[in-house]
């Protein structure tokens, strides 16, 4: 009965492969996040969807894509993995995106680019 | 320079001490003010939300800020084993979409 939910929990991967994570959140939330955490805690947000459509998009390279296919689902599909990519991935939401909102994080997804 | 700077510690404490955890931030827009935890493997929930200047009493703890000195605390009183953890602060501008700056986390470790 977890309110955000992402998997796989765990990702261990060859440099060059390409990867998904996926998210879904069932407390009906409007807005979705993807957060990248490095290995000194920085938690940084990368994209940002509100009912399926992006409205923040921070300077990620390209590789990274995100998929929003209706409100409860979020996924990050990332192509030509990198050693630098190496991190925890956090998916969050929150009711409706406004600056004042709580956000509601699911457990990560450990990223080890090998 | 990052907007908000956090000291990452580790921080060790005995169980029953009084907690200090500060951030200082550098972009005078933000309004919104925040406390997350974080145990190991596991997201940051949130512990604290505070609106502008003042201060916000919930059981143990206690959040400050100050806005003319960029500076924000998290008091823990009493200090318990089970907060051993990552306080996260965090912050955001009003108005548009929400867009949270987090600090790099202070590593706390309560000891019985």
């Known amino acids: 009965d977890t309110a955000v939910s992402q998997t796989p929990k765990y990702l261990v991967t060859q440099m060059g492969n390409d990867k998904s994570i996926k998210c879904e959140q069932n407390?009906?939330?409007?807005?979705m996040y993807w957060y990248k955490q490095d290995s000194k805690k920085f938690l940084k947000i990368m994209f940002s969807?509100?009912?399926?459509?992006?409205?923040i998009n921070e300077t990620v390279p390209n590789r990274f894509s995100p998929k929003s296919p209706d409100k409860a689902h979020l996924n990050l599909h990332i192509n030509s993995l990198e050693l630098g990519d190496s991190a925890v991935y956090f998916c969050?939401?929150?009711?409706?995106?406004?600056?004042?909102?709580?956000?509601?994080f699911g457990s990560g997804t450990q990223l080890s680019v090998l | 320079q990052k907007e908000v700077e956090q000291d990452p510690g580790p921080l060790s404490v005995p169980e029953g001490a009084i907690v200090s955890l500060n951030c200082t931030y550098s972009?005078?827009?933000?309004?919104?003010f925040m406390w997350y935890r974080q145990y190991s493997r596991k997201g940051p929930e949130l512990l604290m939300y505070?609106?502008?200047?003042g201060n916000k009493e919930d059981g143990r703890f206690t959040a400050q800020v100050d806005k003319s000195s960029k500076y924000i605390s998290l008091f823990i009183r009493d200090s318990q084993p089970s907060d051993s953890a990552t306080y996260l602060c965090?912050?955001?501008?009003?108005?548009?979409?929400?867009?949270?700056?987090f600090g790099t986390g202070t590593k706390l470790q309560v000891i019985p």
């Open positions: 969050a939401s929150s009711p409706h995106g406004a600056t004042n909102e709580k956000l509601f």
């Open positions: 969807y509100n009912n399926k459509e992006l409205i």
């Open positions: 407390l009906g939330h409007d807005t």
């Open positions: 972009n005078s827009a933000f309004q919104y």
């Open positions: 965090a912050m955001s501008t009003s108005g548009g979409y929400q867009k949270v700056t």
């Open positions: 505070t609106y502008s200047s």
